[in-house]
Structure formats: structure tokens, C-alpha cells
């Protein structure tokens, strides 16, 4: 997000704030949590700095390219995180283990299979897939049939949108209304 302040360009980054207020919203607790994160990109970096600050036990972090899942761990630890590095194999051995289990990658948007085996998932896990569309990616409607608390990438997008309302118009943000925009039902 930019604002112009008097011809002086500020930037502003949505991505922490947008990834923690729907965590927040559902009174959910990261803190002393173990955390399974998919995903090593840019949105990962900003979902291990949420983590860390909101004081996560562990994170895990898994990727295709192993050399990118270790270089966001060390930056998780260098931050005062506690990370480390798992196969996908791995993962899906231990995922019963973890409370958060987190979607960062570009997996889902086109429908293809969810990233992870769901069969470990419980209604003790919490899932949260950053992919906002299709909303229902098959993590998710897996997911959620196993009994998870779900949280929908659509929901990091419209608290990153307020927050940019926010920036921009020095007022508060008509969620209920950008929701229902978003969802369809303006």
C-alpha cells in the first residue's frame, strides 16, 4: 500500500496485519502453538514475522525448494523465531502434531489437490489457506470435513484491503460492507 503524504511516497506492508486479524477475529491463540507452513515465498515471510511475534512455539516450514524453506527458517530464528525444515513426506507423517496448518503457496487457485494429505486433520487443527479464489480450495472443503476450524484466504485479503482503507481514507473501514462486496452480495 502507498500513501502520497505532501508529494512523498511512503510505503506501507498489509501483508502481517492482514494475515493475523482473521486469527484475531476468531479469538484464536498462536501463542505456544506448532505451526505447519506450506510455502516459502514473500506471503511466507510475512506469516513466519506474525508467528514469531505473536510467540509461536514452532514453526515448520516446507517448500518444493528446500533451499528457500531453509533461508526463510534461519530468517524465522533470526528474528527470534524457533523453525525448521521438513519434506512434504514428512509433513503429512506429523500434521496431527501441528494447531495451524498454513497454505502459502499458489496451490488451489487453479482447483489442483491440496498440497498436504488432509486425513490427519482434525477439529483440533486450523487451517488457513492464503488462496482466495476458488474460496473453497481442496484443502479447505477437506479440511473442513474432517471437522477443522477454517480460515479462508479471502479473509486475509479483505483485512489487507481495510487496512489499505484505512492508510488511504484516515477512517475506519466499512468491513461488513467490503465483505459483502467482495463475496459477491453488493
Not at 510505503?11 to 494475515?19: S, V
Not at 524465522?76 to 525448521?84: Q, T, V
Request: proline share 3%; glycine share 6%; aromatic share 6%.
Amino acid at each position: 500500500t502507498v500513501l502520497n503524504e505532501d508529494g512523498k511516497l511512503k510505503g506501507y506492508n498489509t501483508d502481517m496485519i492482514g494475515f493475523l486479524d482473521p486469527i484475531k477475529k476468531k479469538n484464536l491463540t498462536i501463542k505456544d502453538s506448532q505451526v505447519l507452513l506450506l510455502g516459502a515465498g514473500g506471503a511466507a515471510r510475512a506469516i513466519v514475522t506474525a508467528m514469531v511475534k505473536e510467540k509461536a512455539s514452532k514453526i515448520t516450514i516446507v517448500n518444493r525448494t528446500m533451499e528457500n524453506a531453509n533461508k526463510l527458517a534461519e530468517f524465522a530464528k533470526k528474528i527470534g523465531g524457533n523453525a525448521d525444515t521438513v519434506s512434504i513426506q514428512e509433513a503429512n507423517k506429523l500434521i496431527a502434531d501441528y494447531k495451524f496448518i498454513i497454505n502459502s503457496t499458489s496451490i488451489g487457485m487453479r482447483n489442483e489437490p491440496s498440497p498436504i494429505s488432509t486425513e490427519n486433520i482434525s477439529k483440533d487443527s486450523i487451517v488457513y489457506d492464503i488462496v482466495y479464489q476458488p474460496i473453497n480450495t481442496d484443502l479447505i472443503k477437506k479440511s473442513k470435513e474432517n471437522g477443522a476450524t477454517i480460515i479462508y484466504g479471502y479473509e486475509m485479503l479483505l483485512s489487507q484491503a481495510a487496512c489499505s482503507f484505512e492508510i488511504w481514507h484516515k477512517m475506519e473501514a466499512p468491513y461488513d460492507v467490503m465483505k459483502k462486496t467482495l463475496l459477491g452480495g453488493a
